[in-house]
């Protein structure tokens, strides 16, 4: 299956907010082409999750998948609605594969309800927390043209990948595979 392109900030489709799929339409081989293509873009590109509009797909679509630990099964999201759980905010590292090279530390609700569809078509109703918790964020904010940067609270943790793994990461974070770049 052919890579798909992932486009970078200032591309248009990051900008849009991403149309729900029919539902009819999910079993279409060119969203079943889609989705495929999209956890395999996410893989080659060792992301933790993947939005279609970052491929310039105006689809309300996203994937997501981490090794670990913790590890997180693959998911394939359709037609997504995410409810906070708790009021709080916890803050952690972020990336995206579409803002390259850059980390920021992020607030995001430590714990959600995701609804939606698989890519059968099938009812999704699931509640995640933490890392997780994060990733499902960060992807259904690129379905409504919002990127990590517009979440950051103070941009003063910003920071290019070498210098964030020299001064700020620390002995004490967790593995950097646990950031979230998607
Ligand atoms: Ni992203």
Not at 16 to 36: H, K, S, W
Not at 95 to 107: E, F, H, K
Not at 122 to 127: C, E, F, I, S, T
Request: charged content about 25%; overall charge negative; hydrophobic content about 40%.
């Amino acid at each position: 299956m052919p890579l798909r392109t992932i486009v970078r900030l200032g591309h248009p489709a990051l900008r849009t907010p991403a149309l729900p799929v029919p539902p009819e339409r999910i079993g279409d081989p060119e969203l079943q082409a889609l989705i495929d293509d999209m956890i395999e873009t996410m893989h080659e590109s060792h992301g933790v999750g993947l939005a279609a509009p970052q491929v310039g797909e105006e689809a309300q679509v996203f994937v997501y998948q981490a090794a670990g630990p913790p590890e997180i099964p693959l998911h394939v999201v359709v037609n997504p609605m995410i409810t906070p759980q708790a009021r709080e905010l916890a803050y952690d590292w972020e990336g995206c594969l579409s803002i390259p090279d850059l980390r920021g530390l992020v607030p995001r609700h430590p714990k959600v309800r995701v609804q939606g569809l698989d890519r059968e078509g099938r009812p999704l109703d699931y509640v995640v927390s933490g890392f997780e918790a994060r990733i499902v964020q960060h992807e259904f904010d690129h379905l409504n043209g919002i990127v990590f940067l517009d979440r950051m609270r103070d941009l003063r943790s910003l920071a290019f990948f070498d210098e964030w793994e020299a001064y700020l990461v620390g002995g004490s974070q967790p593995d950097l595979d646990e950031t979230a770049v998607g």
